[in-house]
């Protein structure tokens, strides 16, 4: 049933990438079988790919691209996209922005940005939401997430900050287990040349003044370096690109830096409270 229901929701990327994949095939005289054993997967699975009910992976496209492609490339730009259409429709626009950003700056209360999530961490989270997704769906969502980790390591390197509430670091998801390889993978993070963490302790409201009070928010410089702000509220979003606005937000964020922890000391208390026995 969840296969037939694939074909019927296939997005036209995944309905373009099975049309040119058995064009192509059929050009180069290959059955499923051949094909499949070319590329390290069964008949089945081909065909399933050809009918768009299961549409391609991401590495299934990287090795349709080695023995398709024949140096056009459909494949691999055809990886973006296929992407994209994993996300849930809301996220779509800023996770385009987001890949191809020059700056990225992340102010979140509530869980660990999804960009540096773990996959047991994001697994825990999803997993647990409500309308819960199935298994597949599940995955697919898990998948599409940790994705967005290449961000990391792209070149030319986009510079990524984060401040977390310190209240994230204490809020489990899963298991403290899960919760624990997720601060360990944080700070790890933090080590990154192009990366910055900080941590606004929870505390702050105490001290007179606490710019964060309002909420998440992602600053962005895009390529062609306008700035604007995502946010996100109940699996509702909202680009903001007006420039007063943008500025508002812009001046709001370097104050929630200013009030939290350095990079060091950030990234200090991360890692103790990685290492506390947890029950």
């Not at 180069?28 to 391609?56: D, K, R, V």
């Not at 691999?76 to 700056?103: C, G």
Request: with cysteine; glycine share 6%; aromatic share 6%.
């Amino acid at each position: 049933m969840a296969r037939a229901a694939n074909k019927v929701a296939a997005s036209g990327t995944a309905r373009m990438v099975a049309a040119f994949a058995k064009a192509r095939r059929e050009q180069l005289g290959l059955t499923q079988e051949e094909l499949g054993a070319l590329i390290g997967y069964t008949a089945s699975a081909i065909s399933a790919m050809e009918t768009c009910a299961q549409p391609a992976s991401d590495k299934m496209l990287m090795e349709l691209e080695r023995v398709l492609g024949d140096g056009m490339g459909i494949f691999e730009m055809a990886r973006k996209f296929v992407l994209l259409d994993k996300y849930p429709p809301q996220f779509q626009d800023f996770a385009l922005m987001e890949a191809e950003a020059v700056t990225l700056s992340s102010y979140q209360t509530y869980v660990v940005d999804g960009l540096f999530q773990t996959a047991d961490y994001a697994r825990a989270l999803i997993g647990g939401n409500f309308p819960k997704p199935n298994d597949a769906k599940l995955e697919e969502l898990v998948e599409a997430r940790i994705a967005r980790r290449r961000l990391f390591d792209r070149e030319p390197a986009a510079m990524i900050e984060l401040i977390l509430d310190e209240t994230v670091l204490k809020r489990p998801f899963g298991s403290w287990e899960v919760q624990q390889v997720q601060l360990h993978s944080l700070a790890e993070d933090a080590e990154r040349d192009n990366v910055s963490v900080q941590v606004i302790t929870q505390d702050r409201g105490l001290k007179g003044s606490h710019a964060g009070a309002a909420g998440n928010m992602v600053l962005v410089e895009t390529m062609e370096h306008h700035h604007v702000v995502y946010l996100e509220n109940q699996e509702q979003s909202q680009l903001v690109s007006d420039p007063a606005t943008v500025a508002q937000l812009s001046h709001r964020y370097a104050k929630i830096r200013a009030q939290a922890l350095s990079p060091e000391d950030s990234v200090s208390l991360i890692q103790k409270l990685a290492g506390e026995e947890r029950t």
